[in-house]
């Protein structure tokens, strides 16, 4: 039996959403001190359960506001959720939102080594990977570049790659991939077949069911922040496209 690399265990999230319009930090204030800010519990995800053994490739799949990025966030450790845990194995390397990580003052050059940092690289290894990063996210001539003037596409180029620059244990790959061009996106699964090769364990997220049959070799379907059906990639993405 393969080992558990992520275990969620009755998860559930809440946020608090706000009844009425407040227009000014004033008006807040003294709402919140006369007890007056009214509130919607929303309820994101709601007791989910699922392991992922090591090398499995999982998808996600549901509609838009199924709770599908809030369970990645909280899987790759970004959010806490409001009960239940979540017990992964091993490094993670998360692609959950387009310029997440990055500082749009910043150079491309610049948030290379940002990213490296909050990953756990060293300078020297960075050093040593900059130009393979650089070429794989064809950004050769906007190293010197502030990112705050790169289109969403040159964003997502970035990130996958200084992601993927080093075999992670865990990758987590949310819809950022559907931002570049068709090229990039083809570039892109063929360094997820090769993880895939190297036994790398992979969460995705896609509105591209033909890229969930590719790939995984198991679905999970969210639907209101419950766990709709699990199972067989081919099985669950008949149902879900019936």
Same mark, same amino acid.
């Given at each position: 039996m393969r080992e558990t690399v992520i275990d969620v265990k009755q998860v559930s999230m809440h946020f608090n959403l706000m009844v009425e319009?407040?227009?000014?930090?004033?008006?807040?204030?003294?709402?919140?001190?006369?007890?007056?800010?009214?509130?919607?519990?929303?309820?994101?995800?709601?007791?989910?359960?699922?392991?992922v053994q090591k090398g499995e490739i999982v998808g996600l799949v549901g509609l838009n506001g199924a709770g599908k990025s809030t369970l990645l966030k909280i899987i790759a450790g970004v959010l806490k959720p409001t009960s239940g845990s979540v017990v992964t194995k091993g490094s993670i390397a998360p692609l959950i939102e387009v310029g997440a990580g990055f500082d749009p003052e910043l150079t491309? /050059?610049?948030?290379?080594?940002?990213?490296?940092?909050?990953? %756990?690289?060293? &300078?020297?290894?960075?050093?040593? =990977?900059?130009?393979?990063?650089?070429?794989?996210?064809?950004?050769?001539?906007?190293?010197d570049v502030p990112v705050k003037n790169f289109s969403s596409g040159m964003y997502a180029r970035l990130g996958f790659s200084i992601a993927t620059v080093v075999q992670p244990d865990i990758l987590i790959v949310d819809e950022v991939l559907s931002v570049g061009d068709y090229r990039f996106q083809e570039k892109c699964e063929k360094r997820i077949n090769q993880?895939?090769?190297?036994?790398?364990?992979?969460?995705?997220?896609?509105?591209?069911?033909?890229?969930?049959? /590719?790939?995984?070799?198991?679905?999970?379907?969210?639907?209101? %922040?419950?766990? &709709?059906?699990?199972?067989?990639? =081919?099985?669950?993405?008949?149902?879900?496209?019936?």
């Amino acid at each position: 039996m393969r080992e558990t690399v992520i275990d969620v265990k009755q998860v559930s999230m809440h946020f608090n959403l706000m009844v009425e319009r407040v227009d000014s930090i004033k008006e807040y204030i003294l709402k919140l001190i006369k007890g007056k800010l009214l509130y919607n519990d929303f309820v994101a995800l709601n007791n989910i359960s699922f392991s992922v053994q090591k090398g499995e490739i999982v998808g996600l799949v549901g509609l838009n506001g199924a709770g599908k990025s809030t369970l990645l966030k909280i899987i790759a450790g970004v959010l806490k959720p409001t009960s239940g845990s979540v017990v992964t194995k091993g490094s993670i390397a998360p692609l959950i939102e387009v310029g997440a990580g990055f500082d749009p003052e910043l150079t491309a /050059r610049e948030n290379v080594y940002l990213n490296g940092a909050i990953l %756990g690289h060293t &300078k020297s290894f960075m050093d040593k =990977k900059f130009d393979e990063i650089i070429e794989f996210a064809e950004l050769q001539n906007f190293v010197d570049v502030p990112v705050k003037n790169f289109s969403s596409g040159m964003y997502a180029r970035l990130g996958f790659s200084i992601a993927t620059v080093v075999q992670p244990d865990i990758l987590i790959v949310d819809e950022v991939l559907s931002v570049g061009d068709y090229r990039f996106q083809e570039k892109c699964e063929k360094r997820i077949n090769q993880m895939i090769e190297q036994g790398v364990t992979i969460i995705l997220v896609s509105h591209s069911i033909n890229m969930i049959k /590719r790939l995984c070799t198991k679905v999970v379907w969210l639907d209101h %922040g419950q766990i &709709k059906d699990i199972g067989a990639t =081919k099985k669950v993405c008949l149902e879900y496209e019936g």
